[in-house]
């Protein structure tokens, strides 16, 4: 009996997580469509959940953000982007990975550079509610309450290698 129940609990986690997993990708990439306008896109080559049994992990592969000007075209972008979800579905812990690539272009030069970091970018989102509970079709102002980075070693190399900017210590902070 006492084994029938502890397969039963087994079971019932096992497909509450995969329902919440296949939920936070869903509520992801609907926040990622809600966010496209003329001017901005975000794109992505590939979405796939992780973590089991421990965190919600929504993996998007070779995700780019691309800002568009009158005349300026650019870019950020990074190998993967991890969105790991607290238990509550509230926070969020964004992982870059090492390296974040910047590419600027216009009809006279084009500009690339590498932000590099000793240890994975790793950004924090603090979300107005519970995932669960938010409106997407809402502005990212009344989605999110604070957007954190910080790193304690972070700097800005040319695409020759070349160091431009070392930004040890810095923390970047919105809150709303």
């Known amino acids: 009996m006492i084994r029938k129940i502890a397969i039963v609990f087994v079971a019932l986690f096992v497909v509450s997580w995969i329902a919440l997993a296949h939920f936070a990708k869903s509520k992801v990439t609907l926040f990622i469509s809600n966010l496209q306008t003329d001017n901005a896109k975000i794109s992505y080559s590939d979405a796939s959940i992780s973590g089991f049994p421990l965190a919600w992990k929504v993996r998007l592969a ?3 953000i691309t800002i568009i000007d009158q005349d300026i075209s650019r870019e950020i972008s990074s190998e993967y982007m991890d969105c790991t979800f607290d238990y509550k579905l509230g926070k969020a812990e964004l992982n870059f990975g090492k ?3 910047y590419s600027s272009s216009s009809d006279e030069s084009a500009i690339e550079y590498k932000i590099s970091s000793d240890q994975d970018i790793i950004g924090f989102v603090d979300f107005i509610d519970v995932l669960y509970k938010i409106d997407l079709s ?5 989605l999110v309450k604070s957007i954190e980075v910080a790193n304690s070693h972070f700097a800005i190399f040319t695409v020759n290698g070349e160091e431009l900017f070392d930004l040890s210590g810095v923390t970047f902070k919105l809150s709303n």
């Open 62 to 64: 070779s995700p780019k």
């Open 138 to 142: 809402n502005p990212i102002r009344k």
């Open 99 to 101: 390296d974040l690539y």
